[in-house]
């Protein structure tokens, strides 16, 4: 019952014919015609610098965070070997 629904030709062949036959129409629909020359048109390059800033300032703000995270670690930890050598 398997052998009437089995293939005897491989999927890929199906594919190699379907895309040779529609080319220009497979190409048309999956590549946009606007390329990164005409989108940088549309957007102005003050956008993309206030984008730029706006994540080099989470990114600065973020890494303050980190940094005091680690001093008061530190301080930690050093305060609890004074601690053990002063007893």
Excluded: Q
């Amino acid at each position: 019952m398997l052998a009437l629904f089995r293939a005897t030709v491989p999927w890929s062949a199906f594919e190699r014919s379907f895309y040779a036959a529609n080319r220009e129409e497979i190409k048309e629909e999956l590549l946009p015609e606007e390329t990164f020359a005409n989108l940088m048109e549309d957007f102005p390059i003050e956008t993309c610098l206030r984008r730029i800033s706006a994540v080099l300032h989470v990114e600065r703000s973020g890494r303050a965070k980190l940094e005091e995270r680690v001093r008061l670690m530190e301080e930690n930890t050093l305060g609890k070997d004074v601690s053990n050598e002063m007893v």
